[in-house]
């Protein structure tokens, strides 16, 4: 059987001759790296002309420590935006998550690892039931998630009774420091980000995934059902939202219902600013990593000049909007 295959110029998908086909809507070319960290270096060394305490060990170490939930949600959206989805619940998901361990903790007696276990696995069948509907009904997946947005969060208001519940202790080793001031939060984030690079550039399951967004008909006609591929996306993206919220106790010892408000427009932004494109079929997982530094970068610089919130959102929502007209003038540019 063929494999689809996504055109270098962004086109249509093609079906390959040979198993050896490889998808190149993935690679989103070494001037668009280049570029990302370009503009990283130039944010860096704004701000460290504007604040002296900014080129600091401890800026930084603070910024790594701090961003791992926005990275392994970030690698998620990465793999939907990819397909041609959005998901727009993932911070209510989180929340959720979140919700479900301090139940299990602390109503039910459960220990770290099977309360997180159940958590992660709460927010996977919510990722589920997105995709599955989705995918059943087709109705656009904007919609579907929109619905799951309010319900997650009420099943979390539910859950804990709209109060913080208080956790303690028992998922510090997540953010304690292990060496280098680096905590295994940030260490697990990374692997987790190598890791879906790897099957996004180098497995079948990938290139089905790059093919279904850049024209799922022809992956269809090459004899491969998208369906199961777009819910187990859907499903992923609910699994690292629930990582991301074992990582946000570790860091308050508490779950909040409220967790995650308005997040989603955070890792939205870190997948776009990395190039990935909102019209499916073409993006990078290091590329997002990069969109979630210069996004992390910016909100710890603006923080350290004193810049007020409004300042700090009008700033934020420029520099995605930017990022937007970007991908839309390299999506055009390739088409022509």
């Not at 939060?185 to 690079?197: D, K, L």
């Amino acid at each position: 059987m063929t494999e689809p295959t996504a055109r270098p110029d962004g086109g249509p998908a093609i079906i390959g001759d040979a198993p050896s086909a490889r998808p190149t809507g993935t690679r989103l070319g070494l001037s668009n790296y280049l570029g990302l960290a370009g503009a990283l270096a130039a944010m860096i060394a704004l701000f460290s002309a504007l604040s002296s305490h900014f080129l600091t060990y401890e800026t930084f170490s603070t910024i790594a420590n701090q961003i791992p939930d926005l990275v392994v949600m970030s690698v998620g959206m990465t793999f939907v935006l990819i397909i041609a989805g959005i998901d727009l619940s993932v911070g209510s998901v989180l929340a959720l998550a979140a919700s479900v361990v301090s139940v299990a903790a602390l109503k039910w007696g459960w220990g770290p690892v099977p309360a997180a276990l159940i958590g992660m696995a709460a927010a996977a069948l919510t990722g589920s039931v997105t995709g599955a509907v989705t995918v059943g009904w087709r109705i656009p997946s904007f919609i579907v998630s929109l619905g799951v947005l309010e319900a997650a969060r009420g099943v979390a208001y539910q859950l804990t009774n709209s109060r913080t519940s208080y956790i303690g202790d028992a998922f510090d080793f997540l953010s304690n420091p292990i060496a280098v001031g680096i905590s295994p939060s940030f260490v697990i984030a990374v692997v987790v980000m190598i890791a879906a690079q790897l099957v996004l550039t180098r497995t079948v399951f990938g290139r089905h995934l790059i093919g279904i967004g850049t024209n799922e008909e022809a992956v269809r006609l090459a004899g491969v059902d998208p369906r199961p591929y777009k819910v187990a996306v859907f499903a992923l993206m609910g699994a690292l939202s629930g990582l991301a919220a074992l990582f946000q106790i570790s860091r308050l010892e508490a779950a909040d219902p409220n967790a995650g408000v308005g997040l989603e427009l955070q890792v939205i932004a870190a997948v776009v600013i990395g190039g990935t494109s909102l019209m499916g079929g073409r993006g990078s997982v290091i590329s997002t990593f990069f969109g979630v530094l210069i996004i992390s970068v910016l909100a710890a610089g603006l923080a350290q000049i004193g810049a007020n919130e409004p300042t700090k959102r009008i700033i934020t929502g420029a520099v995605i909007v930017v990022a937007v007209v970007l991908d839309t003038y390299r999506s055009r540019r390739t088409r022509g």
